[in-house]
């Protein structure tokens, strides 16, 4: 069973549609939209584990030109 997250994400002003852009192409997010509001980018991602997830944000979507904060939510199921 894979680890699965939403990723918020801020970019710089201007650049959202490039970021979206950028990490819907990333190995690993499922989609990624831009939206209105206090966070320009929201991505849906997974991974094989937590850590594997840890790893695709902060090695792969983190490095991308134009973002200045991400925020993971992970998904629970209860």
Do not use: N
Not at 28 to 35: C, H, I, L, N
């Amino acid at each position: 069973m894979s680890v699965q997250a939403y990723i918020l994400v801020q970019t710089e002003v201007g650049k959202s549609a490039e970021v979206c852009r950028a990490i819907g192409q990333v190995e690993g997010v499922t989609v990624a939209e831009d939206v209105t509001g206090p966070y320009d980018v929201i991505a849906r991602a997974e991974g094989a584990s937590v850590d594997m997830l840890g790893t695709l944000v902060v090695s792969r979507i983190q490095s991308i030109p134009g973002i200045t904060r991400t925020l993971t939510c992970p998904i629970v199921r209860i």
